[in-house]
């Protein structure tokens, strides 16, 4: 008589219901926008990542991320917190704790807010959004894992 194992099954039952492995999402900002998400408990790490995915000798972008509350109150932001010279020259990191509520993300450009749909005068204008979650947005998403 065959023995049938049930370990599979259960380890793939207690992921579904325990969270399991957290996986990142990146999205591909090719122009000022805004992107939308949602939180569900108070007191919720948020890290959010604008990557420039370039040296300090190559900088042809400089990500600035705003974070907003559903009031539209600017909660967050951030130019180069997520700072290297290897490979994240001028990058952004947003790093804070969220209450449960509705939030907006504007990916744009250092200085200043440049209004949907601009890019900056010099530069490709396209980095890269790295969250733990998923947003809703203008922009295309380019990979989840």
């Known amino acids: ?14 992921s ?8 990142a999402a990146s999205y591909t900002v090719t122009e000022e ?6 939180i569900e408990q108070d007191q919720t790490l948020v890290i959010i990542y604008g ?15 705003w974070l907003y509350d559903d009031k539209d109150t ?5 130019d180069d917190g997520n700072f290297n010279e290897q490979d994240q020259c001028v990058s952004s990191k947003i790093y804070t704790t969220l209450d449960a509520g ?5 990916a744009g450009y250092f200085p200043e ?3 949907l749909g601009n890019t900056p ?13 998923s947003l809703i947005g203008t922009g295309t998403t380019t990979s989840t894992i």
């Open 113 to 115: 807010q440049l209004g």
């Open 74 to 78: 600017l909660v967050a932001y951030d």
């Open 121 to 133: 005068e010099w530069g490709t204008g396209e980095y890269e959004l790295i969250t733990e979650f």
């Open 51 to 65: 990557n420039s995915n370039q040296s300090c000798e190559e900088v042809t972008v400089d990500p600035y991320l």
């Open 102 to 106: 509705d939030y907006r993300l504007r």
């Open 33 to 38: 926008s805004d992107w939308y998400f949602s």
């Open 16 to 23: 579904l219901l325990y969270g399991g492995v957290t996986s």
């Open 1 to 14: 008589m065959r023995k049938i194992s049930f370990l599979p099954l259960f380890i793939w039952v207690f």
